[in-house]
């Protein structure tokens, strides 16, 4: 097999990307070596802070906070108040509503009002507890339905319109409507959220995050330092994953660990407890759905009518983003010629939810598949047949916010190659056959598909910036604005470098993330990590190598194309060099061989206020195929058969690439299966803990689990090797398992859509169940 060309021109094969190679930290993760905030050394007097709060209080004004018996605990250094903030007591993203420590107000049951400061973790956690805070309660608002009641928003609402969707519900053969819950879910990443802070020279504070936006960090805690930015320098090596759960929500901890550190002039750091760190942080924001869609006798949309209800919690944090992205996806693979896609963004008295994996477009997806199932169901025909009806094509491509589905073939044919692949047909009658047989068991079967977005919606956030050093023994250290999570983002970077020196990994020394090299950076986020920072870091890369080749030249009296990078030597005509020897060379002719690079996505034109432009560099395609078996005198489900086939583009490396699909999958499929977030009527979240809240486990993992690459011609766009993003779109294959279960309940009464919602708990499964025997027999 011949190996691939780089599309911008190189000759001779690649020989460091599209490689199926281990991830960076891959031999210290699986041997308990990789360093993360929590094993570093300890600076000598290192001090350990915890946050305080009113743990009977839900909502409320505080009439008293008594700290007396904290501050006298044994150990305890001090005791930190909204009093002792001396610049700005917020840690907001942009809209100044979060306050790092709670002061007139509890504006939701775990909000922090205090923080012990102590010489040991332990000590500090005692004396937290032996705080007397007195808060006037007020009837809170918890539900989706309280702030409709209340008509209390945190942002005003927003839409998309296109055609005349009213006119299209009356012209339409058939109008289905139905309301459906969506919940929400814990990130629940292994390493929970943590920050060290290091008081440094003239008031300058160094702090080691776990945190996937660092920028944000340096802005938030010189903003509650009240110092300059120049002051302060977050870095993160790597995070024990992350999810969107410490894109903005890591803000508070490491504003809490500087603050401790500068006022005790001692290094303090804070790691939040399980519990803690899930009664006080966001989830993905849970919606309630209204929809309504008209279609003709074969199923063909005419008109949708849509509107997403979201529970955003006490302040805004990322709910701009996430819920526009929602609005972004509701379409999932289908036009809609007429449409009203609306949504409201509601306050109420619970913890403020935030970015997660997907940022909104699961949600809008999952509603869409609620629609295609219903017509389906409706018609008495196959659902596969009603989403191929209405995917996108050639003549019917444009987007319900104006944006054309220009690589609608690769969904087509994508789709196409897994129903065969999957046996789809086959194993629907296979299907049939057993629910005819069986009263108790019950198999669903669904193929759906995925078409995710990638770039941030908001313009400003698609740049990246790289620092990038050849020294002159031939090694190169790397430094880029993107975090690792355990995604494989400094991996891939470094084989983009790699790749553009011509020299093998391990001559590319990969460093922590730090802000004081590479400023004013994005989230690693909206899974464009690797597209912003790998393409800058090859422009960082071939501006030393174009410095080379010039110099070269000079030397030698030839011309470029006579030069060439490979294998950790530089070829001039028919002489081999090493690259350290070059290195030295230009070095002693005094050429720069460190450059900073820049990247900035073309193309993203979208303006929100009038909803027009392209706000998405390219699309993501994928489909999965899942075969499920439930229980319906239990409600217990089990996932028999997954077969997923998924767009990357060009991999710029396949192992990495396969496990973001499989993790994305089995994440997405713990969030519509069993992932539950309960609150009670008080607004304190019961489902705390793992003994509460059930994430997937080996067990869970379908029994027979394929997943593939698609193999298509790469991303029509310049993106770096012509890839594609991977760590969200997966996340949306698991629609698949959650039709499937809708599959196997609307077999209990044919033409009858189920009213089944996520999470599909066999709580829920049962619910719908015996809903689907009462229609029945009614």
Same mark, same amino acid.
């Given at each position: ?30 041997? =308990? ?24 209080? *839900? ?12 501050? &006298? ?13 001396? %610049?700005?007591?917020?840690?907001? #993203? ?32 005692? @004396? ?98 009240? *110092? ?13 994953? %992350? ?50 869609? =008209? ?19 006490? #302040? ?97 044919? !994508? ?6 692949? &999957? ?17 108790? !068991? ?7 598909? $995925? ?6 919606? !908001? ?14 023994? =031939? ?51 909206? #899974? ?7 393409? @800058? ?28 990078? &490979?294998?950790?030597? $530089?070829? *001039? ?6 690259? #350290? ?12 061989? &460190? ?111 394929? $997943? ?71």
């Amino acid at each position: 097999m011949t190996a691939p060309l780089d599309p911008e021109g190189m000759t001779g094969p690649l020989k460091s990307v599209r490689k199926a190679l281990p991830h960076d930290s891959a031999a210290k993760h699986v041997s =308990g070596t990789a360093t993360y905030i929590d094993d570093m050394v300890e600076p000598t007097g290192t001090l350990h802070v915890v946050p305080g709060w009113a743990r009977d209080a *839900v909502r409320g004004r505080i009439q008293s906070v008594d700290l007396d018996e904290v501050r &006298s605990a044994p150990g305890v250094v001090a005791v930190l108040t909204a009093e002792d903030v001396p %610049g700005t007591n917020d840690c907001s #993203s942009a809209f100044g509503d979060d306050p790092v420590l709670a002061k007139d107000e509890i504006l939701f049951h775990g909000q922090v009002v205090f923080a012990v400061v102590a010489e040991a973790r332990d000590q500090a956690r005692k @004396a937290a507890q032996k705080a007397r805070i007195e808060v006037a309660g007020i009837t809170p608002i918890l539900t989706v339905d309280d702030a409709v009641d209340a008509d209390i928003t945190v942002l005003p609402d927003y839409q998309f319109r296109r055609g005349s969707p009213e006119t299209g519900m009356t012209a339409a053969e058939t109008i289905q409507s139905g309301t459906m819950r969506i919940g929400g879910q814990e990130h629940f990443y292994l390493e929970g959220q943590v920050a060290m802070a290091q008081p440094q020279e003239d008031g300058g504070m160094l702090v080691h995050s776990s945190t996937q936006h660092p920028t944000e960090i340096q802005h938030t805690v010189a903003k509650v330092l009240g *110092v300059p930015d120049a002051a302060v320098t977050a870095e993160v090596r790597r995070m024990g994953g %992350g999810f969107g759960g410490k894109e903005s929500q890591a803000n508070q901890w490491a504003a809490l660990a500087a603050l401790a550190a500068n006022k005790t002039g001692q290094a303090c750091k804070m790691r939040l407890d399980r519990d803690d760190d899930m009664i006080m942080t966001g989830k993905r924001h849970d919606f309630k759905v209204n929809w309504k869609v =008209g279609h003709d006798g074969e199923g063909r949309i005419r008109a949708v009518d849509m509107e997403f209800l979201a529970r955003c919690g006490y #302040s805004v944090d990322l709910s701009l983003g996430v819920n526009d992205r929602t609005l972004f996806h509701a379409d999932s693979s289908y036009f809609y010629p007429d449409a009203l896609i609306r949504s409201r963004r509601l306050r109420t008295d619970t913890c403020s939810n935030t970015a997660f994996r997907g940022f909104g477009g699961p949600q809008g997806m999952l509603a869409a598949e609620r629609m295609i199932d219903a017509i389906a169901i409706r018609l008495g025909k196959d659902p596969l047949e009603i989403r191929k009806l209405n995917f996108y094509d050639g003549e019917r491509n444009l987007t319900p916010y104006g944006m054309p589905v220009e690589e609608y073939e690769v969904m087509h044919d !994508l789709i196409d190659q897994l129903e065969q692949s &999957s046996d789809y047909w086959a194993r629907r009658e296979d299907v049939s056959a057993f629910n005819a047989e069986n009263a108790i !068991l019950k198999k669903g079967l669904a193929l759906t598909p $995925v078409k995710f977005g990638i770039s941030f919606t !908001l313009k400003h956030l698609n740049q990246a910036g790289a620092l990038v050093h050849l020294y002159t023994d =031939g090694s190169v250290h790397l430094n880029h604005g993107g975090t690792e999570m355990g995604q494989g983002l400094y991996q891939k970077v470094a084989q983009v470098v790699a790749e553009e020196f011509g020299i093998t990994l391990d001559k590319v020394l990969i460093t922590a993330t730090n802000t004081s090299k590479v400023p004013n950076t994005g989230p690693t986020a909206a #899974s464009s990590g690797t597209d912003l920072n790998a393409m @800058a870091a090859k422009l960082a890369a071939k501006e030393i190598k174009a410095r080379l080749i010039t110099f070269l030249c000079e030397q030698h009296q030839c011309s470029a194309e006579a030069i060439h990078f &490979s294998d950790n030597k $530089v070829l *001039v005509g028919d002489q081999s060099f090493a690259l #350290s020897e070059i290195a030295k060379q230009a070095h002693m002719a005094r050429i720069q061989m &460190s450059h900073a690079g820049f990247y900035a996505t073309p193309g993203i034109t979208w303006d929100r206020d009038s909803a027009t432009g392209r706000p998405f560099y390219y699309f993501a395609f994928g489909g999965a195929c899942a075969e499920v078996t439930i229980d319906t005198m239990t409600g217990e489900m089990t996932v028999d058969r997954v077969d997923i086939l998924h767009d990357v583009g060009h991999s710029l490396n396949p192992a990495i690439d396969m496990g973001q699909i499989e993790g994305g999958f089995v994440q997405g499929m713990g969030w519509l299966t069993t992932e539950e977030l309960v609150w009670d009527g008080k607004g304190r979240l019961r489902t705390h803990a793992p003994s509460t809240y059930k994430i997937p486990t080996a067990s869970d993992i379908p029994e027979e689990f394929t $997943v593939r690459l698609y193999e298509g011609s790469g991303n029509p766009q310049a993106t770096v090797y012509r890839s594609k993003a991977v760590g969200e779109p997966p996340v949306m294959l698991a629609n698949a398992v959650f039709c499937a279960i809708n599959d196997a309940v609307a077999s209990l009464a044919p033409g009858e859509v189920p009213d089944l919602d996520a999470p599909a708990t066999p709580e829920a499964i049962m619910k719908a169940v015996q809903d689907m025997r009462r229609r029945k027999h009614a």
